[in-house]
DNA sequence: ATTATGACAGGGC
DNA sequence: TGCCCTGCCATAA
C-alpha cells in the first residue's frame, strides 16, 4: 500500500546520489520510522515506482546487499551498484562507510 | 482480533 | 561480514 511514509521513504531514496549508497536504518533514522518499514516501502510488491527508486543503493548497516534477491535475479543488484562505479564483493559494498550517503546529515 | 513474517538495527557475548 | 535476542512496524492470512 502507498501510504504517506512509503511515500516519504521513497523520496528520500530518489534523492541518493549515484556511486554512493544508504542504510534502512539511516533513512529510517531521517524520516522518524522504523527500519522494517523502509524495507517493506522498498519490496517491490508495494512500491509502483520501482523503476524510478534506486533501490540498489539501499543496503543494511553492514553493506550487505540484503535484497538483491528482489531485483528479480540475485546479480541485478550488483551488476547495478558497479555500473556506478561501487565495488561489489561477495555481497558487500567495499569502501562502504566512504561511499555511505546519510540524509541526516547531507540534508 | 491474533499470529507470523520480513530488503532492519543495536546491544550482549 | 559471527550468533542470539529484543524492539520496531506494516502487511498477510
Known amino acids: 500500500m502507498a501510504t504517506n511514509q512509503h511515500q516519504k521513504i521513497l523520496e528520500i531514496v530518489r534523492l ?3 556511486g554512493r549508497v544508504s542504510t ?3 533513512i529510517a533514522n531521517f524520516l522518524a520510522v522504523s ?5 517493506w516501502a522498498l519490496n517491490r510488491s ?5 523503476e ?3 533501490a540498489h543503493r ?9 535484497g538483491k534477491m528482489h531485483f528479480g535475479d540475485p546479480y541485478i543488484m550488483e551488476e547495478l551498484l558497479r555500473e556506478e562505479g561501487i565495488e561489489v ?3 558487500f559494498v567495499q569502501d562502504f562507510k566512504k ?8 540534508l
Open 89 to 91: 564483493e561477495e555481497d
Open 16 to 18: 541518493i546520489p549515484p
Open 99 to 106: 561511499r555511505l550517503w546519510d540524509p541526516v546529515e547531507e
Open 24 to 26: 534502512y536504518g539511516a
Open 58 to 66: 539501499v543496503v543494511n548497516r553492514k553493506g550487505m546487499l540484503s
Open 46 to 50: 508495494y512500491n509502483p515506482d520501482a
Open 35 to 39: 527500519p522494517r518499514t523502509v524495507g
Open 52 to 54: 524510478k527508486v534506486p
